[in-house]
Every structure is written in structure tokens, then in C-alpha cells.
T-cell receptor, first 109, second 113 residues
Framework: TQLLEQSPQFLSIQEGENLTVYCNSS?????LQWYRQEPGEGPVLLVT?????EVKKLKRLTFQFGDARKDSSLHITAAQPGDTGLYLC?????????FGPGTRLSVLP | SAVISQKPSRDICQRGTSLTIQCQVD?????MFWYRQQPGQSLTLIAT?????????ESGFVIDKFPISRPNLTFSTLTVSNMSPEDSSIYLC??????????FGPGTRLTVL
């Protein structure tokens, strides 16, 4: 069974602070996705990482895929209240996906 | 990318009844999935909806309880049968054109009394 863990589970920070959330597994994934979900909506895809060691940037968000393709991190610089939401990582193996439990981020103004 | 709509957006149902949720994609997609998300929790895959053949169910989910149809490359339905309060959840449809990307609908919030 492929499992993903995320940490921290909850995070509450002030606007302007930096943060990093982590997604870890003992399994190797062919790719990994990060999503953000806001209340009452479906998850929205932020990024897909495929290559071990890959780093992708999306404005203030930086995503990294571990060399062994077992873990990933999401770093947010100068967080804003609009970043508030549930951040989910999902690992792809074959035709299937497995989701982590999520990190619930709250950015206070 | 793909734009996905779901109907209904929410419903309140009585125990023992069934509800069919529709998922429409604005373009042809290879893969469609159905997930369940319980309050405050992550997503659990129910099944992969296969066009022209029976859906592939994950452990703990069976066809009699969650029958799925996928008549073409843009549409799928999930039925939650003989509902009980434990079925109260958000049901999400997703679709993808490749093996490493999927896009989600807004979800259907189901409450069973």
C-alpha cells in the first residue's frame, strides 16, 4: 500500500512569514502533485513534479521533489491571507493516485 | 486543463434511498475518478471510471454500494445506494488526460439523515 504523510498537520502564521510543508513516503512515485483546496470547493492543482531533485517555482511558491522521488516540500515565501487553505500532496503510481492527509494552513492578516 | 462540473452541488437524503451524482467534463479525457472526502479529512479514492467497461474499485468499496457509469469520454455518474448517515461526505469527481495530472470538480456535499 502506498502511503503519504504530511507535516505539519496544522499551521497558523502571520501574514509575511515564510513556511514549509512536507510530504513524505517510504514508496517511490512516478510523479507527485500539490493541490490547494478551499472550503466548499474541489482541490485545485498547483504543480506536478516528475524528476527526482526537480524544483519548480510558482510565484511565491517553491516545490521540490526529492532525489529518490519519495518526498516533496512546498515552501511559501511572504505568506498572504489568500494562501489559506488545505494543501494536499498526491503521489502517482501507475494509473492511480494516493493523497496525503493534508496540511491546513491559516494565514492571519 | 479540463473544466469539470458536478450535479447536484449538495443534497440532503433520507436513509435507505439512493442518489446519483453526475460529472461532466468540457473535453474528452482518458481517465475519470471518484473520490470521497469526509469532513476535515483528505481524499479517498472510491474507483476509477472506465469508458466501455466496469469501473475499478478500491479496497473497501463495492459496485453494489457505489455503481458507476461512464458512457463516453466526457461524462460519468456515481450512485450512492441504500444510504446511511455514514455515507454523509463530499463526493468529488476528477479527470485527467495523462497519468500524472488530474483536475477536480467542485464536489457534491451529501448529508444523509
Amino acid at each position: 500500500t502506498q502511503l503519504l504523510e504530511q507535516s505539519p498537520q496544522f499551521l497558523s502564521i502571520q501574514e509575511g512569514e515564510n513556511l514549509t510543508v512536507y510530504c513524505n513516503s517510504s514508496s517511490v512515485f512516478s510523479s507527485l502533485q500539490w493541490y490547494r483546496q478551499e472550503p466548499g470547493e474541489g482541490p485545485v492543482l498547483l504543480v506536478t513534479v516528475v524528476t527526482g531533485g526537480e524544483v519548480k517555482k510558482l510565484k511565491r511558491l517553491t516545490f521540490q521533489f526529492g532525489d529518490a522521488r519519495k518526498d516533496s516540500s512546498l515552501h511559501i515565501t511572504a505568506a498572504q491571507p489568500g494562501d489559506t487553505g488545505l494543501y494536499l500532496c498526491a503521489g502517482n503510481y501507475g494509473q492511480n493516485f494516493v493523497f496525503g492527509p493534508g496540511t491546513r494552513l491559516s494565514v492571519l492578516p | 486543463s479540463a473544466v469539470i462540473s458536478q450535479k447536484p452541488s449538495r443534497d440532503i437524503c433520507q436513509r435507505g434511498t439512493s442518489l446519483t451524482i453526475q460529472c461532466q467534463v468540457d473535453s474528452q479525457v482518458t481517465m475519470m475518478f471518484w473520490y470521497r472526502q469526509q469532513p476535515g479529512q483528505s481524499l479517498t479514492l472510491i474507483a476509477t471510471a472506465n469508458q466501455g467497461s466496469e469501473a475499478t474499485y478500491e479496497s473497501g468499496f463495492v459496485i453494489d454500494k457505489f455503481p458507476i457509469s461512464r458512457p463516453n469520454l466526457t461524462f460519468s455518474t456515481l450512485t450512492v445506494s441504500n444510504m446511511s448517515p455514514e455515507d454523509s461526505s463530499i463526493y468529488l469527481c476528477s479527470a485527467g488526460t495523462g497519468a500524472d495530472t488530474q483536475y477536480f470538480g467542485p464536489g457534491t456535499r451529501l448529508t444523509v439523515l
